[in-house]
């Protein structure tokens, strides 16, 4: 069973950078591709990115040019490079599975807060 903790999120300003950590646990995903996901207050978890077994990513509209994601499969974890924020990228966000039907996985983890004030 897959276990995810995320980390790295806070209240910042607009225009500012985060870098978000996840750490897997319980199975091995270096050869699996992988996902970061956000929650915007009131609204449904949204697909934000994916990288593959290679390290190769692909983003949302929203984000592409301004998140990079990135991996060390030597440590299980996985990392967002979150820069020029806005308040609209306010979320919770996750790491997962790299799925597209991602609304189906069980094994969220709490997730990570990142809050953006203009």
């Known amino acids: 069973q897959l276990q995810l903790v995320e980390s790295g999120g806070g209240l910042v300003q607009s225009g500012t950078s985060l870098r978000l950590s996840c750490v897997a646990s319980?199975?091995?995903?270096?050869?699996?591709?992988m996902g970061w996901y956000r929650q915007p207050p009131g609204k449904p978890r949204e697909w934000v990115a994916t990288?593959?077994?290679?390290?190769?990513?692909d983003y949302a509209d929203s984000v592409k040019g301004r998140f990079t994601a990135s991996r060390d499969n030597t440590k299980n974890m996985l990392y967002l490079q979150l820069n020029n924020l806005k308040p609209e990228d306010t979320a919770v966000y996750y790491c997962?599975?790299?799925?597209?039907?991602?609304?189906?996985?069980?094994?969220w983890g709490q997730g990570t807060q990142v809050t953006v004030s203009s």
């Open positions: 319980g199975r091995d995903i270096s050869n699996h591709a």
């Open positions: 990288i593959s077994s290679a390290g190769r990513a």
């Open positions: 997962n599975w790299g799925r597209l039907d991602y609304t189906r996985l069980e094994n």
